[in-house]
């Protein structure tokens, strides 16, 4: 098994909890100088537990649907099985993968985003990038190419639904206004992680948060139209982005 997972920190940490197997927690580390545990009952959460922006992604969701970043499935599966929608799991974790397939979605592929873009000819007519699945564009200068990558798995008028945060209350607001950014990051929002379980430290990843305002921008940019759907209790935020 641990052959199996490698450096896949999180989805060996998901698929022990999936089979009541927990060897303990597992911690994410920033660097924002935060370490915190990440509640693995919360990767397999029902539609009822989940935020508020998430259910309105999924009753926003239309058509064929490919999940990027899917994590154990939960989303997928309620697509699936509650709307009776064509949906496709992506997640290049093995552990997650395996707890989607677990969980009975019935299309999860367990690669990048890069190698299904390559392989795959589908177009979908909603993308989903939640629990800040936008962070996957690493950091906040990647993100323009990182939006024009999606728009080759677009049919025409698809979108993409995504939430993510403005974390500028993490940092000291200066007098004039201004955030005090460490002197290493271009961007407040521009976050490094690692996970730990079970003793082990996984690689260090780029995960960058976006602000509403330079995620409108940025999406203008590269010919996405931006609709702020709806806003959360703590700096968090739902946004469709469809091709213009």
Known sequence: MENAFET????????????????????????????????????????????????????????RVLDIGSGSGIHSLYLQDEKGMEVTALDQSIGAIRCCKAQGVQ????????????????????????????????QLHQLPAFLESLKGLLRPKGQILLDS?????????????GIWVPGDRLYYGDVQYHFSYDGRKGPDF???????????????????????????????????????
Request: aromatic share 10%.
């Open 8 to 63: 896949d920190i999180l989805g060996e940490a998901m698929w022990d909890y999936y089979q009541g197997e927990s060897k303990g927690p597992l911690m994410t580390h920033s660097s924002l100088d935060q370490d915190e545990e990440m509640p693995l009952p919360h990767l397999f959460r029902s539609y009822d537990q989940m935020p508020t922006l998430e259910q309105r992604a999924l009753q926003e969701s239309r058509g």
């Open 107 to 138: 299309d999860a592929h367990c690669t990048t985003l890069a190698d299904f873009r390559q392989h795959s000819a589908l177009q979908y007519d909603t993308l989903l990038l939640l629990m800040n699945g936008i962070g996957l564009a690493g």
């Open 165 to 177: 945060s403005d974390i500028r209350y993490v940092f000291e607001e200066e007098e004039d206004g």
């Open 206 to 244: 780029d995960w960058v948060f976006v602000d509403p305002e330079r995620l409108k921008k940025t999406a203008e940019d590269v010919a996405f139209a931006y609709e702020l759907l709806e806003e959360g209790p703590h700096y968090d935020y739902l946004a469709r982005l469809v091709l213009t």
